[in-house]
């Protein structure tokens, strides 16, 4: 029998107080994800990263299902992390058995998967345990072969992502053409996306 697959809607309670903490808010009872700029992530987040995702285990965390996914560091942003470390996301979501969740919006994250992570320590300061600092737009996908620490190389473009993200209206002039990071650069990303370079100088300017 293939697994069923269901939107997780019955753990309400549970799935607002994972946003709240994607978000940084207190009040759960009145959190909806909303759209946030790579500065507003930046800023939020404990750690950004490249990561690529080396594992990853579903299990129950209360009502709902959860996937552990292991990450091993390729470059450093921001945080006291460093290249080659491993570290463990936890997403919302996963299969077990014939049982599946998903939910609207979150990133689904697989083994092999190389992005751009930006997370948030547990709340239980568990070591080495980080959730997503926004539900849905805290992993951006690399459009070209993972960077390395030592080749961060500007040819390597970071994509938006899919849900949550502010990006720039169609035909609008993107961040890339700026000789320096500006308010616009700060504002949104191009749909098309921005050298992973400006991105890295981006995060390491947020406040």
Request: proline share 9%; charged share 20%; net charge positive.
């Amino acid at each position: 029998m293939k697994p069923r697959v269901r939107t997780a809607f019955r753990s309400v309670v549970s799935l607002l107080a994972c946003a709240a903490l994607a978000l940084g808010t207190p009040d759960a009872s009145a959190t909806t994800v909303v759209p946030v700029t790579v500065e507003q992530l930046a800023a939020r987040a404990d750690v950004v990263v490249v990561a690529t995702v080396r594992s990853t285990r579903a299990l129950w965390e209360g009502r709902i299902i959860v996937t552990d996914c292991e990450l091993e560091v390729r470059v450093v942003m921001k945080g006291a992390i460093a290249p080659g470390q491993t570290v463990t996301l936890r997403v919302p979501g996963g299969v077990l058995g014939e049982i599946g969740q998903s939910i609207p919006g979150v990133p689904r994250v697989d083994r092999g998967d190389t992005f751009v992570a930006f997370i948030t320590r547990a709340e239980d300061r568990a070591p080495g345990r980080y959730y997503l600092t926004h539900l849905t737009a805290s992993i951006l996908p690399l459009s070209s072969p993972a960077p390395t620490s030592a080749t961060p190389s500007g040819a390597i473009v970071v994509r938006p992502a899919a849900e949550g993200m502010i990006v720039e209206p169609t035909g609008s002039p993107g961040p890339r053409r700026a000789p320096t990071l500006t308010a616009a650069a700060r504002t949104a990303m191009a749909r098309s996306g921005m050298p992973l370079e400006q991105l890295l100088a981006l995060v390491r300017g947020a406040r």
